[in-house]
């Protein structure tokens, strides 16, 4: 994940969102009872040492003939029918605010009615207490409950929003929850009966501001339930809020009380064998945004629906999508002289709230409180299953849109920011995550938390996996200085002393993810490292069902392909599905996702035009982004004309395709390396909401051809072979290692040629070769009577030559001009080429 030095907020003015002033506090509640039946019930109190709740079925309790008075208990000596909370519920007064029952004891707070504002009466009904679970807002008994957990919050109150009073800043209808009655444990709650349409929701919380201490709580700041489902800010992507703010209010969807139900038309997923998987790391807005798409809606979830058949053609069979939480993309909103526009977060990697999908990637806005972009989520889940495709989320549990102390306070800091973040004795935050903030994902609450947000987009979205970045952040030791807070018993397993961020060998997020019983069939892809210096490639707490990132892979093949020495070891490592790295701990090949290419880094064309990184365009001055990128140019920086440089870096995009399709394991696409997408050289694109960034699908129908044709060809190739895809590390059965003569494979440190050959069901026999160097050779073919090797691929040749099929013109007479090395099992190579044969009988040649 490529991120800037120091993500800015430039336009918060403060570090709280909301607009709204707090209300006067009240330092407690004076509790009266007015009686109908009697003028002198204050007199007749006698203490009481406990209370008790009656729950109803409404989600609502009754206090049982007891109250708490000034801080201490008492029950009334009246006849038991005359108990608060039995038959006769008695009136009550609470901070001045009558006719509240001990079943709805919280407090109203309103806006002044100006003449513009909804009648309380179409708001909602009288507040009820309501029940701790589940988190969030749930639809339930012709109302909705409400609950949230704040461990330190002195003061709790729910604020309701229109539409238009959310656009305006101003709350609608505020509900002080009372300490005792809406509150159990350290779960504040409140059921809201015959709730209106079309409402959103936000907390405001006071406690103790004391940041030296990691207290953040401010009643300034109205603030986003983590458990949201969809959350509204502004209704279009890049357009800024009233007064140019760049973070106006927040706030979350009520959910209705009848829902239309969605129709997954029978949705199934299609649960694909994971050694199958051809998986394609894309972008819901930039894959259809420029204007060469055609799509009615681009740059959005039904866009991409529109484009499915493209990733079809391409044989892709999994489609991994860049974060879609919802997330500020103004977030670095800043003029950018040298592009002469405004720096946007387009990549998206800092979530805001990880319940909702981002809005702004739906068609329909915000519209309905973001209940039809839920909708527009799902139709490209359905619609991606029709085809065979399954759908992971790239999710960013590691750190949050908040940022660090100087950050703003939208969610998850002002309800606890001592259990949701990794803080310092001090009140620092520690930073494993290189964006000013770390997840404390291995505390209690936040790792259910987290639990509780997978299974939703499991179980409601029907999403079929997910990738997690910089995921050894979720392996280190929460910010807890209780050993039994982290591991349930104050023994741990990890010997005496755990302090913060330690790296913890059976973590119990990765535990609980690993064994649950709803995550249990989808796929689950580790980034197994962190900013931090922790790498656990080849390491990483798997318990049998981790897959990883494999970030060798792409440094070792990268090197080998330019030609560097001493790499034909590791290269064929990676060919074998990486068995250095996995095989040891009991992983298969498909644990390990290969890679050559990835959002953050150069693209596949870049790769072999720049040997430095170009991120001008940033305006960072080109101190951004990776230095180290084991690229080269093929002899000159960037754009050119010289022709033999262009045809070897056609021949490159090729090899490293070749590479990459040929290995065991779960090969990774990255969207627009297909046809050769160029970002200029910039490997650190993250700001740019633009051309940088978006498939261009001009250039792909002009390249339909080219290396287009060489990739779909390629990928859907490796789909129908069995050999490419095997469940086991491979053996010397069904593999041998050659050198430029059979069975004679060179290791040498000098020697930049790999060969093989494969046995597969399909097509009988593979024998694939790698030549690095700068000068070509002639290999010698495995002898195999009664066959020959027909040349399917040869990365040297212009296409359609460069992959055989059936349907090219003159293949044959291609095949005799071949002939004679053929005839006698040999081939010419040029310099950085690579070839594919099959074994095919005699008279099949």
């Known amino acids: 994940m490529g991120v800037p030095a120091a993500p800015p907020f430039p336009t918060a003015s403060s570090a709280c969102l909301c607009s709204a002033p707090a209300p006067p506090r009240v330092s407690q509640y004076n509790l009266s009872f007015a009686f109908s039946n009697s003028s002198s019930a204050a007199s007749v109190f006698s203490p009481l040492s406990q209370f008790s709740f009656n729950h109803g079925a409404d989600g609502s309790d009754g206090l049982a003939g007891r109250v708490n008075c000034g801080g201490v208990l008492y029950r009334s000596p009246l006849a038991s029918g005359d108990y608060i909370g039995s038959g006769r519920r008695k009136m009550l007064t609470v901070c001045g605010v009558t006719g509240v029952t001990s079943d709805n004891a919280s407090v109203e707070k309103d806006k002044v009615d100006d003449g513009t504002n909804q009648a309380d009466d179409h708001i909602c009904g009288k507040p009820l207490r309501g029940r701790p679970l589940p988190f969030g807002p749930s639809?339930?008994?012709?109302?909705?409950?409400?609950?949230?957990?704040?461990?330190?919050?002195?003061?709790?109150?729910?604020?309701?929003?229109?539409?238009?009073d959310l656009e305006k800043g101003q709350i609608t209808k505020e509900i002080e929850l009372h300490p005792e009655f809406n509150k159990t444990g350290d779960v504040w709650h409140v059921f809201?009966?015959?709730?209106?349409?079309?409402l959103l929701y936000g907390y405001r919380v006071n406690g103790r501001f004391s940041p030296e201490e990691g207290c953040c709580y401010d009643s300034n700041c109205i603030l986003v339930d983590p458990y949201a489902k969809a959350v509204i800010s502004r209704g279009l992507y890049g357009m800024l809020?009233?007064?140019?703010?760049?973070?106006?209010?927040?706030?979350?969807?009520?959910?209705?009380?009848?829902?239309?139900?969605f129709d997954w038309e029978g949705d199934s997923p299609p649960r694909l064998k994971q050694k199958d998987l051809i998986i394609y790391e894309m972008h819901v807005r930039g894959f259809t945004r420029d204007s060469s798409s055609g799509v009615e809606h681009p740059g959005t979830y039904l866009g991409l629906v529109e484009k499915l058949p493209h990733l079809k053609e391409l044989g892709v069979n999994c489609i991994e999508l860049m974060p879609t939480h919802e997330f500020n993309e103004l977030e670095y909103y800043a003029y950018n002289p040298v592009v002469q526009d405004h720096k946007m977060n387009f990549w998206g990697y800092s979530t805001i709230n990880f319940f909702s999908p981002m809005t702004r990637y739906a068609a329909s806005g915000s519209n309905n409180c973001g209940r039809d972009a839920i909708k527009e989520f799902k139709t490209l889940i359905r619609e991606a299953h029709k085809l065979g495709m399954e759908v992971f989320m790239d999710v960013v549990f590691n750190h949050t849109a908040e940022g660090n102390e100087m950050g703003p306070t939208i969610s998850f800091r002002g309800f606890d920011n001592r259990v949701y973040y990794m803080i310092a004795p001090k009140g620092e935050f520690y930073n494993y995550s290189g964006c000013g903030n770390t997840f404390n994902c291995?505390?209690?609450i936040v790792r259910r938390f987290i639990i509780d947000c997978l299974r939703y987009w499991v179980l409601e979205m029907h999403v079929d996996g997910f990738r997690f970045d910089l995921a050894s952040i979720l392996t280190r030791a929460s910010s807890l200085w209780d050993r039994e807070n982290v591991f349930g018993s104050p023994e741990g397993p990890e010997g005496d002393v755990v302090t913060t961020g330690t790296p913890l060998s059976e973590p119990p997020l990765v535990d609980m993810m690993s064994n649950d019983p709803v995550l249990r069939g989808v796929k689950l892809i580790a980034e197994a490292w962190d900013t931090g210096g922790l790498y656990q490639v080849g390491s990483f707490p798997h318990w049998g069902v981790w897959s990883e990132w494999n970030g060798?892979?792409?440094d070792t093949v990268r090197s080998f392909i330019k030609g560097t020495d001493g790499m034909v070891g590791l290269f064929a490592q990676c060919l074998c599905g990486?068995?250095?790295?996995?095989?040891?701990?009991?992983?298969?090949?498909?644990?390990?996702v290969n890679f050559v290419t990835a959002h953050d880094g150069f693209t596949l064309a870049d790769l072999v035009s720049y040997n430095e990184k170009h991120n001008e365009a940033n305006g960072e001055n080109n101190n951004d982004g990776e230095s180290h990128n084991a690229s080269w140019n093929c002899g000159e920086e960037g754009d050119t004309h010289n022709f033999s440089v262009l045809r070897l870096r056609q021949r490159q995009l090729r090899n490293f395709m070749l590479a990459l399709m040929v290995s065991q394991g779960v090969p990774m696409v990255t969207m627009g390396d297909e046809y050769g997408h160029t970002k200029g050289g910039n490997n650190n694109s993250y700001c740019h909401d633009n051309i940088i960034n978006y498939f261009q699908w001009d250039q792909k129908n002009l390249d339909a051809q080219g290396f287009y044709r060489f990739s779909r060809l390629l990928i859907n190739f490796r789909r129908q072979c069995d050999a490419l895809r095997l469940g086991e590390f491979p053996t010397a059965e069904k593999l041998q290692w050659h050198g430029s003569v059979p069975n004679l494979p060179d290791w040498s440190d000098s020697s930049r040629f790999v060969a093989f050959s494969l046995v597969d069901s399909q097509?009988?026999?593979l024998y694939v070769a790698f030549n690095a160097s700068h000068l070509p050779t002639v290999v010698s073919l495995p002898e195999r009577p009664g066959f020959k090797w027909y040349p399917l691929v040869d990365t040297s040749k212009a296409p359609p030559y460069d992959f055989l099929s059936d349907d090219v013109h003159n293949r044959t007479i291609v095949l005799a001009q071949a002939a004679n090395f053929l005839n006698n099992n040999m081939y010419p190579m040029l310099n950085?080429?690579?070839?594919?044969?099959?074994?095919v009988s005699d008279d099949e040649f």
């Open 241 to 261: 809020g009233p007064g140019g703010n760049c973070w106006p209010q927040m706030a979350g969807m009520v959910p209705p009380l009848e829902e239309d139900e």
């Open 832 to 839: 950085y080429s690579s070839v594919l044969f099959l074994l």
């Open 763 to 765: 097509s009988k026999e």
């Open 442 to 444: 291995n505390h209690p």
């Open 578 to 592: 990486s068995p250095h790295l996995y095989q040891e701990s009991g992983r298969k090949p498909w644990h390990s």
């Open 552 to 554: 060798q892979f792409r």
């Open 192 to 198: 809201l009966p015959a709730i209106a349409p079309n």
């Open 139 to 164: 639809a339930m008994n012709d109302g909705v409950n409400f609950s949230v957990h704040s461990s330190g919050a002195s003061a709790v109150s729910l604020c309701l929003y229109t539409e238009a």
